[in-house]
């Protein structure tokens, strides 16, 4: 079973990865839709970006084509959502102003793609 773990990290025996990277959620987010993309497209994966490695992954079960879509609120993950996602997904309780600000950087991300 292929894992997900933060890049450059490695396992070491006994324990989990360790993180030694700064934080990059909107790099994350994009690798990540990176690497499930592959997979739902019935290929056997191998990643190694900025933020995530993946070694040899795969479905063990038919893949079919499904669509992304990514949460977020954070402008650069807003726009990382339009530029990589098939849709984005905002906070329900947002109001219209937080609304409309998601939807611009949403749509900055996907023009940018």
Do not use: W
Not at 32 to 55: K, M, N, P, W, Y
């Amino acid at each position: 079973m292929a894992h997900i773990h933060p890049a450059p990290a490695r396992a070491e025996a006994g324990g989990p990865p360790r993180r030694t990277h700064p934080r990059k959620p909107a790099r994350a987010l994009a690798e990540a839709v990176a690497i499930i993309r592959g997979l739902l497209a019935g290929e056997r994966v191998t990643f190694e970006g900025e933020v995530l490695s993946f070694d040899n992954g795969a479905l063990n079960f038919a893949p079919r084509p499904l669509p992304i879509y990514v949460a977020a609120r954070g402008e650069r993950v807003l726009d990382a959502a339009g530029a990589v996602g098939d849709g984005a997904i905002v906070a329900p309780f947002a109001s219209r102003q937080a609304v409309e600000y998601a939807r611009c950087m949403v749509l900055n991300g996907a023009a940018a793609a």
